[in-house]
């Protein structure tokens, strides 16, 4: 083979090269399910059409029963890294158990944006659609933003144990509630930062913290969980977990 010939085949063979790797970054997905890709209203829609039709198999929080769990670590690996059109076919073809297809395009797509907001995936100002899906790619799930706090929220709080009037015991110098989530089996727990966390300006009416023997740990760094009340005169919280975390309580 002279040199010419070469040089040809060499070029022939570059052109093929660019092709494919054009080819191949043409098929990838150009947004991910990270970037808004439905709306809140869709996202409500298919939370009433999930209750109705999948919560028997997948529970209400999605952690699975007879069927697979639909978030967290099952999730991405069933479907982190694949086109969203992968999980919508799975879920058009094969749900409700026994009757898949039965439900119809949009609302298979409104239960879809329920699962990514599950997901901790961000809503956006438009509505999935089915002629999208191929162009979307899966990410692992993310934490879901705590739901805001207000009137019997359950809620965690750091602060110092002090007694109060009339034998009641306070919370003082305590951090802003945060609203705490409660999913399936996955109890919450005493967060690994408690102790670090800085106090604030926040005081809680301890409802029954004589069943945690308050007493013995007056002037304490506390870490407390329960239900928020809200008064016009003060802030109430009744207890499911009471924690020492400091034994002393400074700023």
Same mark, same amino acid.
């Given at each position: 083979?002279?040199? $010419?010939?070469?040089?040809? *085949?060499?070029?022939? =063979? +570059? ?13 990838? /997905? ?10 809140? =209203?869709?996202?409500?829609?298919? @939370? ?5 039709? *999948?919560?028997? *198999?997948?529970?209400?929080? @999605? ?7 639909? %978030?967290?670590e099952r999730f991405a ?9 992968? +999980? ?10 026994? =009757? ?21 995936? /961000? ?18 799930? %993310?934490?879901?933003?705590?739901? /805001? ?10 602060? *110092? @144990?002090? =007694? ?14 945060? &609203?705490?989530?409660?999913?399936? #089996?996955?109890?919450p727990k005493t967060p690994?930062?408690? &102790?670090?966390?800085? +106090?604030?300006? $926040? ?16 002037? $304490? ?10 008064? /016009?005169? #003060?802030? %109430? ?5 009471? #924690?020492?975390?400091? &034994?002393?309580?400074?700023?």
């Amino acid at each position: 083979m002279n040199i $010419q010939a070469a040089s040809l *085949c060499f070029l022939r =063979a +570059l052109w093929l090269v660019m092709l494919l790797a054009t080819t191949l970054s043409a098929q990838e /997905p150009s947004r991910t399910v990270a970037e808004g890709v439905y709306s809140e =209203a869709q996202a409500v829609r298919g @939370l009433s059409s999930f209750d109705a039709a *999948c919560t028997r *198999c997948h529970r209400a929080d @999605l952690t699975g029963a007879d069927g697979p769990a639909l %978030r967290d670590e099952r999730f991405a690996r069933n479907f982190a890294g694949k086109d969203l059109k992968t +999980l919508y076919t799975k879920m058009a073809t094969t749900m409700p158990r026994g =009757a898949g297809g039965s439900l119809g395009d949009d609302v298979y797509l409104d239960i879809l944006a329920h699962v990514l907001k599950e997901n901790g995936f /961000p809503a956006g100002p438009k509505e999935l659609t089915v002629e999208e899906l191929g162009d979307i790619r899966v990410l692992e799930s %993310r934490p879901k933003p705590p739901p /805001p706090v207000g009137d019997f929220s359950y809620v965690e709080v750091v602060g *110092c @144990l002090a =007694a109060g009037p009339n034998s009641s015991w306070l919370l003082t110098n305590a951090t802003e509630p945060v &609203s705490v989530t409660v999913s399936g #089996e996955n109890r919450p727990k005493t967060p690994p930062d408690a &102790s670090t966390r800085p +106090l604030g300006t $926040q005081s809680f009416n301890l409802l029954d913290a004589l069943a945690y023997d308050a007493a013995s740990h007056v002037g $304490q760094k506390i870490y407390v969980r329960g239900l928020l009340i809200k008064l /016009p005169s #003060e802030l %109430r919280m009744t207890i499911s977990a009471f #924690e020492p975390i400091a &034994s002393s309580c400074t700023r």
